[in-house]
């Protein structure tokens, strides 16, 4: 590959619902400016883009993929990413080190979820944007009918703007006319041929809104255009490049990537209306100061690393987006996160998983670094003399969990290594310990990003793991004041062992906690043996009382007991002590404890209702709603034990239009009807004696 300097450089996330053709494109583009030389097919698994074997055996895309292609003196950074919505964590990555996306829409089903989530992200950063209504040469495509639905979602006329119209739909679909040059383009090639006649009045109009578009994106322009002065096609050109770079014109193009047409103008115009790295700073930390990184190759090195994948043969590979300066082979860098100053061994263009190795990469470019050990997805690494932090992108709280543990022996001891292995490769899989109910638990965004993480937790790292629906973490606590006394003894010959405990329980606020305290008088029980008694309670604390799950909010006070000169032991006061709180509890009205998550759901309007209607059937209780564009959104209190398997739930009550984002809010106690079940399910074994 040529080398490119910074202003030749395009980085370009692609994004879109499932199966719109992203990484068909990429493999299209790749063979049409000759850097492969045959067209691979997703059916197949045998494109560039889709290299991992879960990716191939599923048929969609799972990882974010770097497909640099070469195209009129510049370097098109595409980075393909998943459509399938559990996989948001590689299109957050893919977003944040691009300066643009390219959005791809399916001719005939229109703006879908995916479309809808995509554009969400990418006016949440106010990026620069570019849509091509792909697959024109399927049954039933039809342009016009897209770019409504797209203006429903996301804007009027004037924002989500053709820059072509396609001549010809479906099995008729044979090019495209281009608006900003009034000129026809047929067939793969782009044959440069004549407007046909029967399109001339369409493509008027569109070339006036657009002209329109152009003056309303630039003060001078609008001056000139409402004074009836006609705008040069520079003028044009120039009006539509500032409206898309702020994000106030959606330029939409078409074309057909299984018939290879339009591809030519596409990369034209992503190459003339998104933006180079030098034109999009970003934010970074130095010191605690917040500056900016200019993407000028001349300052101090700092790269980010945005993917990170742990190879069998290879070891560990990081994706890294250069912010300043320019990165050579064998820099010596420092790790800002922990100071560790590392040497770049390896440097490496990347295709897919095709590693070509390279000197130096400018600003704004990418590339892969080999054997740098615990870097990992987000870090930082730049001049030792220019320590910054880049700013990290947000990843969303996990959805969906599945408790894990070692399928055999030999897996128990690799299981840890393995778990963490697969979190720093995937920033969106969490691994958590619950002390409550004893589990592992394996966090993702839905059933298949976890399916994925069990899959590559045995193919990669070599351990197999058994899996269970993860057990709800209640409390347990009391409702109310209770005593109870409890003599432990054993005289029956040999050391003996003599206690008495006499114990009041007392509830306490929510989240204040455990306290422990001492009424005894007249040397009833000695001082010492007082730790003894709280040792004890402890003990039953962790076990639990009632159903094996963890005692909170509960004080505890002795206030009398006995005791014998021999035979009371710190171990004798120890089980008295457990025994009278256990009894203590069972008088106190005892009470289980559910965590309770605050949900937020996010549907098209006309599914409102029926989340409405479930959330009733989930025990929940909806504490808000509003309205955002042709979606609604609303949040409801509900308890964890509900909303385990929410995630397959929505998504066949609003054939997968909906997403829901939860996180915990607060524990509260379980409805008595409920308490026997989940007593039952987690029976507790009988007291020692
Ligand atoms: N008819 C037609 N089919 C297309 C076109 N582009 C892609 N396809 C097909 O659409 C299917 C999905 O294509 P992909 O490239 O995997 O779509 P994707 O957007 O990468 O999907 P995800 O990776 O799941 O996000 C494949 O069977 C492609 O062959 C097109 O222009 N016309
Ligand atoms: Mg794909």
């Not at 709603?625 to 009550?653: H, K």
């Amino acid at each position: 590959m040529a080398k490119f300097s910074t202003e030749q450089i395009r980085n370009v996330a692609i994004l879109g619902h499932s199966g719109s053709g992203k990484t068909t494109l990429t493999e299209v583009l790749l063979n049409k400016t000759g850097a492969t030389n045959r067209i691979g097919r997703v059916e197949d698994g045998s494109t560039t883009s889709d290299w991992d074997p879960e990716e191939q055996r599923r048929g969609i895309s799972i990882n974010l993929s770097v497909i640099p292609i070469e195209f009129n003196d510049t370097k098109l950074n595409l980075i393909d990413t998943p459509g399938y919505l559990d996989f948001v964590g590689e299109v957050i990555s893919a977003l944040h080190v691009a300066e643009s996306g390219l959005l791809l829409v399916d001719a005939v089903a229109g703006a879908e979820v995916g479309t809808e989530l995509a554009w969400d992200r990418l006016a949440e950063q106010n990026k620069p944007r570019i849509i091509f209504v792909n697959k024109m040469d399927r049954e039933n495509a039809n342009f016009q009918r897209a770019v409504e639905s797209l203006r429903a979602s996301f804007g009027d006329s004037s924002t989500i703007l053709p820059f072509q119209l396609p001549i010809g739909e479906a099995e008729n679909f044979q090019g495209v006319v281009n608006l900003a040059n009034m000129k026809a383009y047929i067939g793969a090639e782009g044959r440069e041929e004549e407007i046909p006649a029967d399109m001339m009045a369409d493509v008027e109009r569109a070339h006036t809104a657009m002209v329109e578009a152009a003056a309303e994106a630039d003060d001078e322009l609008i001056m000139k255009y409402l004074e009836g002065e006609e705008l040069t096609p520079a003028e044009v050109r120039h009006g539509l490049f500032q409206g898309v770079k702020n994000g106030v014109i959606t330029p939409v193009y078409c074309g057909s990537v299984a018939a290879n047409i339009g591809l030519e103008r596409l990369m034209t115009s992503v190459i003339r209306y998104t933006p180079a790295p030098n034109e999009h700073p970003v934010t970074a930390t130095q010191g605690g100061e917040t500056i900016e990184l200019t993407n000028d190759s001349s300052q101090p090195v700092a790269a980010q690393v945005f993917k990170t994948i742990i190879d069998r043969y290879v070891g560990r590979m990081n994706y890294v987006r250069i912010f300043s300066g320019t990165l050579h082979k064998d820099d010596r860098l420092t790790l800002a996160r922990t100071g560790d100053e590392m040497r770049i061994a390896n440097l490496f263009n990347v295709m897919g998983k095709e590693l070509d190795n390279v000197d130096e990469l400018a600003a704004g470019d990418i590339g892969v670094i080999t054997k740098l050990d615990d870097v990992v997805t987000a870090d930082t690494l730049c001049a030792s003399n220019h320590i910054v932090q880049i700013e990290k992108p947000d990843y969303p709280q996990p959805l969906y969990s599945v408790a894990v543990s070692p399928a055999t022996k030999a897996d128990s001891a690799k299981m840890g290594q393995g778990l963490s292995a697969l979190t720093e490769e995937d920033p969106t899989l969490q691994v958590t310990n619950i002390p409550a109910t004893h589990q592992t638990l394996l966090q993702g965004m839905g059933e298949a990003h976890v399916d994925v993480g069990m899959r590559r937790l045995d193919s990669k790292f070599g351990v197999k793991v058994s899996t269970a629906v993860p057990k709800v973490p209640y409390q347990e606590t009391i409702s109310k004041t209770g005593q109870a006394q409890y003599r432990h003894k054993k005289q029956s010959g040999g050391a003996g062992q003599f206690a008495e405990v006499h114990m009041r329980v007392e509830p306490r606020d929510r989240g204040e906690g455990f306290e422990y305290a001492s009424e005894v008088f007249g040397g009833a029980i000695s001082g010492v043996f007082l730790p003894s008694i709280e040792k004890g309670i402890r003990q039953v604390m962790d076990q639990g009382v009632i159903a094996g799950f963890p005692v909170v909010d509960v004080k505890a006070v002795v206030f009398d007991g006995k005791e014998h000169p021999v035979d009371s032991k710190d171990i004798a006061f120890q089980t008295a002590g457990r025994e009278a709180f256990k009894l203590a509890m069972q008088s106190a009205g005892p009470a289980l404890l559910e965590p309770i998550y605050l949900i937020e759901v996010t549907v098209p309007e006309e599914y409102m209702g029926d989340v409405m209607g479930d959330f009733n059937t989930r025990r929940g209780r909806v504490q808000g709603m509003e309205q955002r564009g042709n979606r609604s959104i609303v949040r409801a209190l509900v308890p964890l034990a509900e909303i385990l398997r929410y995630g397959t739930d929505l998504r066949s009550m609003t054939q997968g239009r909906g997403i829901y984002t939860i996180e915990f809010d607060h524990y509260e106690p379980v409805p008595s009807h409920l308490v026997d079940n989940i007593v039952a399910e987690n029976q507790v074994e009988g007291s020692e004696e």
